[in-house]
Structure formats: C-alpha cells, structure tokens
C-alpha cells in the first residue's frame, strides 16, 4: 500500500510541476539583454558576437557561445527558446539522478532507477518551487547558461570523477564538465577550483581512489577559467565596478544571508512543510529492508550540513566581494539547490531512521499532504496559465506593432506590458536614454526611439 500510495503522490505532484513549466517555457520571451545579444548574433554571427564579448564585455566564452547558438536558431525560428526551456530542465532532471544514483552507490544504498528517476524529478520541482527567482534563474536566456547550467555541469562533473570508472569516455566527460564551467562562470568556477584544492589536501586521509581524475578535472577547469579571468572583456567590466573591501563583503555577506532566510521562511514556508512531510515518508517508505547505521547516518548528516553552509557562504561572499553588493538572485541559483538539497537530505533522513506506529496515521498523513499540495499547484498553475498567457499575447502584439512602424519618422510611445508572473520580464521605461529602450530599438533595428506612456 505505501509504495504504491507515495509513488501515485509523487508522480502525480510532479506531472503538474511539469504541466506549469510546460506553460512557462511555451509564454517564455526574449527581455532586456537578450535583446542585446541577439542583435549582435545577427550582426557578428556566433562566433563573432562571442569574440565581441570576450573582448568588450565578459570573458564567459561557454556559456556566451551556447546563448549565442539559441539566439541565432531563436531568429530562424521562436520555438527554440520552448525547447531550449525543456531541454535544460531535462538536463537538470539528469544531472540530479546521476548524483542521487552515484550517493546511493556509495552508500551501498540501492535504489532501482525507476524510482530514482522519479524521485530525481520530484527534487527538481522542489527545487523549482523553492527558487525565489524563477524568471532569472530558469528562464532568462542569458542567465540560464551562466548559472543554471553551471550548476548542473558541477553535479555531473563531479559525479563522473567518483564514479570510479576509468574509461575514457568518463575522462572525456569530466573534461567537458569543467572545461563548460571554468568559461561560464567565474564565481562557480572558483568554487569548483575551492573544491578540488579541498579534496587535494585531504586526499591521503580519505579512502579516495580516484586522484587521477580530480588533477584531471582541477587541470581543466583552472584553464578553462583562466581564458575566462584573463579577457579582456573582463577588465573593463571589473574597471566598472567598486573596488572591493573583504569587510564590506562580509557586511553583505551577512545581509544576504539575512535577506535569504527571510524571504524563504516567509514566503515559501507552505512548500517546504508540504515538501519535507513528503521527503521524510519516502524516507520511511525506503527503509523497509534496509539496515540503517544510525551512527554513520548522523555523521554524514552533520557533514553535509556543514559542507552546504560552507558552499552557500563562499557564493555568497565571492559576489558580494566582486560586485560590492548584494548577490542578485540568478547567481544565487545553488544557493536555492543547496536549500532544497538541504530539505530533501534532512526529511530524507529522519524517514531512514522512523517508522509509522500504524497504516492508519500514514494514510491520514499522506491524504492530508496530497489533499494541500495538489490544491496548492493547482492554484499555481492556474494562476500562471492566465498571467503568463497575457503577457506573451501583450508582448507579441508589441513586437508586431513595432516592427510594423520600423520606417516611422517620429518616437513612439507603447503601453507597459503586464506582470510576468513566474517568466522574467525588465521592461523599457518613459526614458529613451535607458539601456532596456536603447536595446529594444537595436534589435528590431528600428528608425526611431521607443518609450513608454
């Protein structure tokens, strides 16, 4: 009865998690420096528009030449940002079950890969549902190669190096995973880079046996980060900025911490009770048959909350550091993966380690939860559908009204567009100075200046 029971709860909340990204991704638009880039793509092609960055603005090489590639196919046809959607929650939904897969292995904790993969989604939707900044995070064009997919590469690359294979497919793997992130992201790079240096120093006094592959993988990502740091793009962006103060990075530090518990106790504290009641039964559900070292649990469960405050706090101060301000929210995109990871790891856990005293609390426990949890989706999905659908059909109509008026001889003044819900959205302003206007007219090539009423 229970296995049946969870897996139906759990299939069924996450086929409506993927019923809202579904109709998120489908009302997705390009906004703000999309608009940017992608004029230059039509200008410069990929490859040009790639060099241009790296040498006026950013010397994220991998993630600036995957946006590229969706820009230039998004001209040809605007599918594309539909399926480049899907594709990086398929990849997130992969990268998490080869992580899961790999923990349980190690663990001696078996789990067969149906269930897993089920569980895998079911953690993606708690993570999405936990994200503060879903526009930023999972659907702007230009932020999800940077931080998202930087994420997702960390799991798989550090999933691969433990492993234990020594083929050289898996050698090929770890090279590609590292080499993405060291010219994606500075800031997940050198927390990549602060992770292999960790596992080096500690390596003797582990039972590690894969040496081999964490050099292997150190070597690339410092390269690949080292072409990124030493751009000349880099340069000028970093000129732009305030010197940084290692004090004032911790005054920050501090603040966003603060700010970050705030907003997810206060505004998420309904998904992470519904979310952890439902870790912590299939935790109980797991357990059955399994021999559980509560001893060894605990320790490993100490570790990992360590570890995950460490991460969360080098993020954080590494931004504040480099921007001398607080972390925007898409940087902030394994922040919000550590939380749910934290939540999933610790209700997990105490299911390992609890057994309900009678089926007739389980039953009442798990109704109650599915009762809540799919009332609560429900509402969102509506919710989304009506508001995401008016913004796209406002925002196609403006697209089309400008590209109508290209030749106009005088400024035109358009209507702001509607709240985005979960999508990112920065609209233009009254100003036709502002960078959101100037990059609008760049990329529908207009004759003349746009501004809102």
Not at 26 to 39: A, E, G, Q
Not at 428 to 439: F, G
Request: with cysteine.
């Amino acid at each position: 009865m229970r296995n049946k029971s969870i897996t139906f709860l759990i299939l069924f909340s996450s086929t409506l998690f993927i019923a809202l990204f579904l109709v998120l991704s489908f009302n997705n638009r390009l906004t703000s420096d999309d608009f940017l880039f992608s004029s230059f793509v039509k200008e410069k092609g990929i490859i040009g528009t790639t060099s241009f960055l790296y040498e006026n603005w950013s010397g994220r090489w991998t993630a600036y030449s995957l946006a590229n590639v969706v820009y230039f196919l998004y001209s040809k046809s605007t599918i594309i940002l539909f399926l480049f959607s899907l594709i990086n929650l398929a990849f997130t939904i992969f990268s998490v079950f080869i992580l899961l897969k790999l923990i349980s292995k190690k663990i001696k904790f078996e789990i067969e890969n149906s269930f897993l993969f089920l569980l895998s989604l079911y953690f993606t939707s708690t993570f999405f549902y936990l994200t503060p900044d879903k526009g930023e995070c999972w659907f702007w064009t230009i932020s999800v190669p940077i931080y998202l997919l930087s994420l997702n590469f960390i799991l798989l690359g550090f999933s691969f190096i433990f492993n234990g294979s020594r083929k050289s497919l898996n050698y090929f793997l770890i090279a590609v995973c590292f080499i993405y992130i060291g010219g994606a992201s500075e800031i997940y790079a050198l927390l990549a880079i602060f992770i292999f240096i960790v596992l080096l120093i500690f390596y003797k006094k582990s039972d590690v046996t894969t040496c081999k592959e964490i050099i292997f993988g150190f070597i690339f990502c410092l390269l690949s980060f080292l072409i990124t740091y030493l751009s000349a793009g880099n340069k000028i962006r970093a000129n732009a900025l305030p010197s940084p103060s290692f004090v004032q990075a911790l005054k920050l530090s501090v603040l966003t911490l603060w700010h970050l518990l705030k907003v997810i106790c206060t505004g998420y504290l309904h998904f992470i009770i519904l979310f952890s009641t439902i870790w912590f039964i299939a935790g109980t559900l797991i357990n059955k048959g399994f021999t559980i070292n509560n001893k060894n649990l605990r320790k490993s469960f100490l570790m990992f909350l360590f570890t995950s405050f460490a991460i969360v706090f080098i993020i954080i101060f590494l931004t504040t550091y480099i921007l001398s301000d607080i972390a925007p929210g898409r940087i902030l995109t394994i922040v919000y993966f550590i939380v749910s990871l934290s939540i999933f790891v610790c209700s997990f856990s105490l299911g390992l380690i609890f057994d309900f005293p009678n089926k007739k609390s389980f039953r009442f426990i798990l109704l109650s939860v599915f009762v809540v949890l799919v009332f609560v989706q429900l509402c969102i999905l509506k919710n989304q559908f009506i508001i995401t659908k008016q913004y796209s059909s406002d925002y196609d109509k403006r697209i089309e009204k400008l590209e109508s008026a290209k030749n106009a001889g005088k400024d035109i003044c358009i209507e702001s567009l509607p709240v985005s819900g979960y999508l990112y959205s920065k609209d233009i302003s009254a100003d036709t100075a502002s960078q959101e206007n100037k990059n609008l007219v760049k990329y529908l090539d207009l004759k003349f200046n746009v501004r809102l009423k």
